[in-house]
Nanobody
Framework: QVQLVESGGGLVQAGGSLRLSCAASGSISSINAMGWYRQAPGKQRELVATINSEGSTNYKDSVKGRFTISRDNAKNTVNLQMNSLKPEDTAVYYC???????????????WGQGTQVTVSS
């Protein structure tokens, strides 16, 4: 089995910073893309940032220049540094990873349990 465990959410004032971390564990053969998604109340889950195994990144337009995604392939972790936070960044943030499991063909999508980020104005 594979687990993604997130940490680092919380309450911060507008303009502040938070760092989210996510660690994957279990029978992992390799990890392709990793990323962060978020879901605000009453809205659909949306992509925030992704990073592939070579380190290429992709960001939602509204977070470019404020958020930075990074990963440590040796530790199977992905982080999201969030600076200059705005109230509209308030959401539950989910870690995602495309993981190949030992003994199985292909990669499967795995999700963390979610961590709340609240930005007050």
């Amino acid at each position: 089995q594979v687990q993604l465990v997130e940490s680092g959410g919380g309450l911060v004032q507008a303009g502040g910073s938070l760092r989210l971390s996510c660690a994957a564990s279990g029978s992992i053969s390799s990890i392709n893309a990793m990323g962060w998604y978020r879901q605000a109340p009453g809205k659909q889950r949306e992509l925030v940032a992704t990073i592939n195994s070579e380190g290429s990144t992709n960001y939602k337009d509204s977070v470019k220049g404020r958020f930075t995604i990074s990963r440590d392939n040796a530790k199977n972790t992905v982080n999201l540094q969030m600076n200059s936070l705005k109230p509209e960044d308030t959401a539950v943030y989910y870690c995602n990873a495309q993981i190949k499991v030992w003994g199985h063909l292909g990669a499967f999508d795995y999700w963390g349990q979610g961590t709340q980020v609240t930005v007050s104005s």
